[in-house]
């Protein structure tokens, strides 16, 4: 088992998104993401900088991976995804099925992110001829759906064509819209957002009248209320036949909870989750937002 | 330009018909589409039926086939796609991929429609779906502004489709997991949004709450209307304010885009609503109908009638219609 730091889905600054990767790179994780998923108007770094971030943290035993946008509404956004794609030299995420396009264009190999919706055999066996050298399997899937399409890919033979990557901690992205939810709450338009979910580090909190932690808003990406949290189950995803399992960059703490996800694998222990912020349904084929 | 209106039964598609629908799209009585409510839908003898009926007229079948596969199920699909073709549909309306792929080896002959909930929403993502499956349309998410439609439809290789009238979904469609989080139950996986059987009533002190799987999604006082409570549509707390975080509870009306729309040379207009009644799919049809052939006599001079206006917004949440996403504003 292999694990990696997703990409981080909120508006950090500059500074702050370097030095969390400066970390990153003497962390636990096997695999790093870094990119722009959300929302194209984050601009503290542009393409160039992050093709250029991922170059500079490059080390032989972590692999990097750039992530792309998820949501795609013009052509600029496509300029600045061809631009990602181009590089040639690292390996990319598609989070929209514009990158398969163009990376098949290009010729490239790439990593099926859990943006695109990806759910059975007969979809893996397409995107594996285009290029697909790892699937991230859509977040609201169970172990029992990935227990029963791994068995057809063993049966069809082509089980050991693709790396099977989960998410596994974080809060859980959960949709995209065309409207900017945190501008919303500030009452500015979107057009003249001001950049406004930089201030939010970790997206505004999105609670029911009863106090309920419901959803996270980070501009245009709805996220779960509570963190997803499947620091019990390594060993059960393991057995399941996956291959990296994905914490979601919350904070710099983020880095130590990837090294307690490793540590479930040699010295396992139970870890009590908080059902008022945490959760982990979606995995055992139940509400996402509850705890089995 | 066609009015593609819905229909969940066969009285509502008989009345789509009736009231000037080009074409009708319907969903088979399972989970291999996005409207999979109970007592709704057509099994096998009556999408028989429904593509008499539809041919007799002169007019168009569409099917919807457009939540994802299931491991371990994909003979649900497959039938699916089998028996819409063997009944003679006109049109396969699909977002799995896998099922695409199906569709396009077996029966080249029959037009796949990119559903909405395949989240296309730029040209090279259209491409994709235009080079691998040759698909004949493509029906767009509800998050593009006018602006961007018109720059789309100047780019797309496939004629495309936008939504009309309905209920508004404000997340881009086959990419909003909102409801499985809460409930366990998707559009792409089961094919309903905010599922009923999940969904309470509660008369309190404080007012009528409304619940979906326990969870408070609005509170109503008492001059007040409860409403569904489709999770996005409810009132939440953000930074201390109570509001509508998402959306209020409103429906889509393009109406007064009509030309720009028609102008940027979309290919069709859907209605949403095939869990609605067949009044309903009446009156609707019969105004888009009205709107659509005013336009086409008067392509320079079109007016929004007011007898348009008060009977759609009859017909939709709240009484309220907005532009959506297709008014830059909104977002």
Redesign the interface.
Known sequence: MKFSLGPILYFWPKRTVEDFYQQAMTSAADIIYLGETVCSKRRELKAKDWIALANKIKQPDQQVVLSTMALLESAAELMTMRQLIKQGQILIEANDLAAVQLAQDMKVKFVIGPAINCYNIATLKVLLKQGMTRWVMPVELSGDWLKILLREAEIAGIRDQFEVEVFSYGQIPLAYSARCFTARAENRPKDDCRYCCINYANGMKMNSREGQQVFILNGVQTMSGYCYNLINEVQELADAGVDIMRISPESIESLSVVEQFKNQLDAPRRYPLDSSQECNGYWHKIAGMAIA | MELLCPAGNLPALKSAIDHGADAVYIGMKDDTNARHFAGLNFNDKKLAQAADYVHQHGKKLHVAINT?????Q?QRWQDAVDNAVNVGVDALII?????L??ASDNYPDIERHLSV?????????I???H??FDVARVVLP????VQ?VK?LAR?SPVPLEVFAFGSLC???E?????S?????E?P??AGACSPAKYVRWQETDQGTESRL?G???D?YTKDENAGYPTLCKG?????G??YH???EPTSLNTLELLPDLAKAGIVSFKIEGRQRSPAYVAQVAQTWRSAINFYQQNPDNFIVQDTWMSALAKLSEGSQTTLG?YH????
Not at chain 2, 95 to 99: A, F, R
Not at chain 2, 117 to 125: F, I, P
Not at chain 2, 328 to 331: D, F, I, T, V
Request: aromatic share 12%.
């Open positions: 994802f596969a299931h491991p371990g994909w977002s799995d991929i896998g099922v792929q199906y909930q395949a989240s296309s929403t730029n040209v090279e993502s491409n994709y779906y080079n691998n509800r998050v593009l502004s961007q720059q780019t404000i997340m881009a086959g990419r909003c997991y909102l499985s989080y809460m409930t366990g998707s792409n996986t799987n969870v408070l999604i509170r009132r939440f707390e953000v930074e304010n109570v975080a998402l959306e996403a830059r504003k909104w977002q």
